[in-house]
């Protein structure tokens, strides 16, 4: 079993190297599955609505906390472990991280119990591996505002706590730079893409793959 997350502010090209990086595990033999947080599985979707819709703008930073946990915890049981139980590889669109990142780091929560939480919420499921695509907040809003629909509800806070969401990453990244591998979001999509394959070809060589059952 490999779990693999992207982490990233937003704007900066998760979802379009997840769907590369698919292909490419695709092609060389593994079986994959995609899924993203708040989401992935029926029940956290309608978790992920009630967050992401503008209207909600009201929502307290408690519950919003409550309501990403309570979603991790529903994906996790209902599509993320069975397909790791089947020796998928599993590739995440966000996850702990961004909990850290948007509500400890950004919102101001206390850093140790949101590591608390997520431990409990995801029973104790780490990523093997953590791409984080970094991006100047500047330039990601503006590539985020410029995708076709309308704007998330956290994509319609302020520059400032996109600022405290980055240097929170980066933060995190420091902390365990052997599972998180930070990449350059000015990069070309291709060098990015390149830059991803390497990481995931080593996690995956090192982990045997033959030997990625739960």
């Known amino acids: 079993m490999i779990f693999i997350?992207?982490?990233?502010?937003?704007?900066?090209?998760?979802?379009?190297?997840?769907?590369?990086?698919?292909?490419?595990?695709?092609?060389?033999?593994?079986?994959t599955i995609k899924t993203?947080?708040?989401?992935?599985?029926?029940?956290?979707?309608?978790?992920?609505?009630?967050?992401?819709?503008?209207?909600?703008?009201?929502?307290?930073a408690a519950t919003e906390l409550l309501l990403y946990l309570a979603s991790r915890a529903q994906h996790v049981r209902d599509k993320i472990l069975p397909a790791l139980k089947k020796g998928?590889?599993?590739?995440?669109?966000?996850?702990?991280?961004?909990?850290?990142?948007?509500?400890?780091y950004?919102?101001?929560?206390?850093?140790?119990?949101?590591?608390?939480?997520?431990?409990?919420?995801?029973?104790?499921l780490k990523p093997d591996l953590t791409i984080y695509l970094d991006l100047d907040v500047k330039l990601g809003l503006k590539r985020a505002h410029k995708r076709a629909g309308k704007k998330d509800r956290l994509e319609l806070e302020k520059k400032?706590?996109?600022?405290?969401v980055r240097k929170g990453y980066l933060a995190i990244a420091k902390k365990e730079p052997g599972r998180i591998k930070i990449i350059d979001g000015l990069a070309s999509r291709e060098e990015i893409t390149d830059k991803i394959a390497v990481f995931v070809d080593r996690k995956l060589k090192n982990a045997g793959k033959n030997s990625r059952t739960c």
């Open 5 to 31: 997350t992207f982490e990233g502010p937003e704007g900066s090209g998760k979802t379009t190297q997840i769907d590369k990086l698919q292909k490419y595990l695709n092609k060389t033999g593994f079986t």
């Open 160 to 164: 400032a706590f996109h600022e405290k």
């Open 106 to 124: 950004a919102r101001g929560f206390s850093k140790e119990i949101i590591e608390k939480f997520n431990n409990f919420a995801a029973g104790g």
């Open 36 to 60: 993203r947080e708040p989401g992935g599985s029926p029940i956290a979707e309608k978790i992920r609505e009630l967050l992401l819709d503008p209207a909600n703008k009201e929502m307290a």
């Open 88 to 104: 998928k590889v599993v590739l995440c669109d966000r996850f702990n991280d961004s909990t850290l990142a948007y509500q400890g």
